[in-house]
């Protein structure tokens, strides 16, 4: 990309996952989504990542 003239400001690694686990009750997406809030919160962590899918519905569902 500096070849090109970009100017590279910012680059990380990223964890892609090879296979996903679908979310598909009200139940299990609430636990998951506390548990990753959970884990956001702590000071010693820099990032969360997931392997998990679920529908933009049951992710608002949990929300409340």
């Keep these: ?3 090109k003239s970009f100017a590279v400001l ?13 979310i598909d009750t009200p139940e299990k997406a ?3 989504l ?8 702590l000071d ?3 990032s969360v990542t997931a ?6 519905e049951l992710m608002s569902l949990s929300m409340v």
Excluded at 34 to 41: F, G, I, N, R, V
Excluded at 51 to 56: S, V
């Design 51 to 56: 392997n998990f899918e679920m529908t933009d």
């Design 30 to 32: 609430l636990s998951l």
């Design 1 to 3: 990309m500096k070849q």
């Design 10 to 22: 910012q680059s990380e690694n990223r964890w892609i996952p090879s296979n996903t686990v679908e």
């Design 34 to 41: 506390k548990l990753m809030d959970a884990l956001e919160d």
């Design 44 to 46: 010693d962590v820099q």
